[in-house]
């Protein structure tokens, strides 16, 4: 099925569970069906299994939007609680559409639990969610859900029988271009590899020492992940700042608590380190799964500030984790919503494209652990194998038989709405749901969006206004050292000259620039402590960064 031929079918507002390899389109496929839906003045609940992959579709947790929180069953008690809680109450009543990503990680049990409060709420103990149109979304070969004992598929739940949801399984592929490498994932996924797709995958051994800085790296075991981070912040110039965790309430509660939060209980850091943050807080500009780049810290609190992968710089705040009942706090906990990320397990790594990644997946213990990894990556080329096991290559056999059957139900959802389509009544459909859903049949006209002002603009304007570095960094309350990364990219796109930059730095540091430079060409530009070190730190670091930007404009060889 192509991406439109789904999306035509998600509009006549039946359930649908929306499939396909990695690389397919789920994702792209559920944003244009979201834009659809506001188009028409219908704004769905959109949600996900876990944080992180709330953070790929803009939303929020299953677990949050319906209340039940870290609960693991439903009891009478509970759902009298979460039907009192007005905000729930009313966010769930209001809801028309409701969108589950990464349902491969969720279990039938809190899919059954999720059912069951939106059909006490909504008062339509008869219908599958209260109503709702759902739409699940994700990949059975891919990571299942966490569990102790057996595990047991959202699609085994009794409420996924009740949706008895349609099914879009995305054939195109649009994240490998690679021929040989997909025929590798389509063994892996049917289950019929040899040792001809192991030579393939085992020919990109790499040593750890010869993979290239910044390429993310994948492992199965928080321990590796631990110790990666460790190391490289070890490497980092500069001192640390500590931010221990504090805890409150019930000693039993909070220890649950620490459990499942993502932030260390003694957090780590400084500039320069790469980070992740652990909690949803659109407010603040950040959510579960942003990554960053530590720039500094604020002065007074000592927040960690940080530069998130579309230039955005926030500082990071200590965040809660809290249990509630009653609409009492019984415990929680308070620490900076950051972890250390040069290294990630291949659990965090699901849902993202890579151009390249380093993985070892000597000690695959779970099913689909290496499918996940191996195809995160764009080409065989893009792979960089540190360790391996043919477990890693196995798949849950149930979902391997679960899968000819929804290829063929897929199938014949086609011929199916290809028959409405000639009738006319697949738009009839479409607009008996819009009108059930209180949109409006018209679409309203989607403006083309205002360019998103990034950091560097910001700095540059300020520039153009005249203000030096200094007056910036005031103004901007960021350190001199990252408005001199900001001059830097703005003289590498041309948009400033390394004159301007001279001229508008500190007189101090002006009047230095001739023994800077000398300390350039005899230690080079590409590493700034040999360099603070020759000059005795009678400079800092930030002014460094500026006087490097001047040295390179002037063409001096090192």
């Known amino acids: 099925m192509t991406q439109s031929e789904a999306l035509s079918i998600l509009k006549t507002g039946g359930n649908v569970f929306l499939t396909g390899e990695p690389g397919s389109g789920k994702t792209h496929t559920v944003n244009a069906?979201?834009?659809?839906?506001?188009?028409?003045?219908?704004?769905?609940?959109?949600?996900?299994?876990?944080?992180?992959?709330?953070?790929?579709?803009?939303?929020?947790?299953?677990?949050?939007?319906?209340?039940?929180?870290?609960?693991?069953?439903?009891?009478?008690?509970?759902?009298?609680?979460?039907?009192?809680?007005?905000?729930?109450?009313?966010?769930l009543q209001k809801a028309k559409v409701l969108i589950i990503d990464e349902v491969s990680m969720l279990s039938a049990n809190v899919l059954s639990m999720v059912d069951e409060v939106v059909r006490e709420v909504r008062h339509e103990p008869e219908r599958a969610f209260g109503g709702l149109q759902v739409v699940l979304v994700g990949d059975f070969f891919q990571l299942p859900p966490v569990s102790r004992s057996k595990v047991e598929f959202a699609f085994e739940s009794p409420a996924w029988s009740r949706l008895n949801p349609l099914i879009c399984y995305l054939t195109e592929q649009h994240r490998q271009d690679d021929a040989?490498?997909?025929?590798?994932?389509?063994?892996?996924?049917?289950?019929?590899?040899?040792?001809?797709?192991?030579?393939?995958?085992?020919?990109?051994?790499a040593e750890y020492d010869s993979i290239e800085e910044g390429v993310p790296q994948l492992f199965t075991h928080n321990a590796d992940v631990d110790r990666i981070n460790s190391e490289q912040l070890g490497k980092l110039?500069?001192?640390?700042?500590?931010?221990?965790m504090s805890a409150a309430g019930s000693a039993a509660l909070a220890e649950a608590l620490k459990r499942g939060c993502l932030s260390p209980e003694t957090l780590i850091l400084k500039e320069g380190a790469v980070v992740m943050a652990t909690k949803n807080n659109p407010a603040a500009g950040y959510a579960n799964?942003?990554?960053g780049i530590v720039i500094g810290?604020?002065?007074?609190?000592?927040?960690?500030?940080?530069?998130?992968?579309?230039?955005r710089e926030l500082t990071i705040a200590p965040a809660e984790w809290a249990v509630e009942e009653g609409g009492k706090v019984k415990a929680k906990l308070t620490q900076i919503p950051l972890?250390?990320?040069?290294?990630?397990?291949?659990?965090?790594?699901?849902?993202?494209?890579?151009?390249?990644?380093?993985?070892?997946?000597?000690?695959s213990f779970e099913y689909g652990q290496g499918y996940v990894a191996l195809s995160r990556v764009r080409s065989l080329s893009g792979v960089h194998l540190l360790g391996w096991s043919e477990n890693a290559l196995m798949v849950h056999p149930q979902v391997a038989a679960l899968d000819t059957n929804l290829r063929a139900s897929s199938d014949a959802a086609i011929q199916t709405f290809e028959a409405l389509d000639v009738t006319g009544e697949r738009e009839i459909m479409e607009q008996n749901f819009i009108k059930a859903s209180g949109g409006t049949l018209e679409a309203a006209p989607v403006g083309e969006r205002p360019e998103k002002r990034s950091t560097y603009d910001e700095t540059f304007e300020l520039l153009e206004l005249g203000k030096t570095f200094a007056e910036i960094a005031k103004e901007r309350k960021l350190t001199l050292g990252t408005i001199a990364d900001h001059a830097a990219k703005l003289v590498s796109a041309g948009r400033i000259t390394p004159e301007l930059v001279e001229a508008r730095m500190p007189a101090r540091l002006k009047g230095a620039l001739p023994s800077i430079f000398k300390a350039f060409e005899e230690n080079g530009t590409e590493k700034l402590t040999?360099?603070?070190?020759?000059?005795?730190?009678?400079?800092?670091?930030?002014?460094?960064?500026?006087?490097?930007?001047?040295?390179?404009?002037?063409?001096?060889?090192?």
């Open 289 to 291: 799964g942003t990554l």
């Open 339 to 363: 972890k250390l990320a040069w290294a990630i397990t291949i659990h965090k790594s699901q849902g993202q494209s890579l151009d390249a990644a380093a993985m070892d997946l000597s000690r």
């Open 180 to 205: 040989q490498f997909l025929s590798v994932l389509a063994a892996i996924r049917a289950g019929d590899w040899d040792h001809t797709h192991v030579s393939l995958i085992t020919a990109r051994e």
């Open 237 to 244: 110039p500069g001192s640390s700042k500590t931010f221990a």
């Open 33 to 91: 069906y979201i834009a659809w839906l506001r188009s028409h003045g219908i704004e769905p609940s959109i949600t996900a299994s876990t944080g992180i992959a709330a953070t790929h579709v803009g939303g929020m947790t299953l677990h949050a939007w319906s209340g039940i929180g870290i609960a693991d069953r439903m009891t009478p008690e509970l759902l009298d609680t979460i039907s009192n809680k007005e905000h729930v109450a009313k966010r």
């Open 297 to 311: 810290f604020e002065r007074g609190t000592g927040h960690p500030i940080i530069e998130t992968r579309d230039g």
């Open 530 to 558: 040999p360099v603070h070190a020759y000059l005795k730190a009678r400079y800092s670091f930030d002014e460094l960064k500026l006087a490097r930007i001047v040295y390179a404009g002037e063409g001096v060889e090192n």
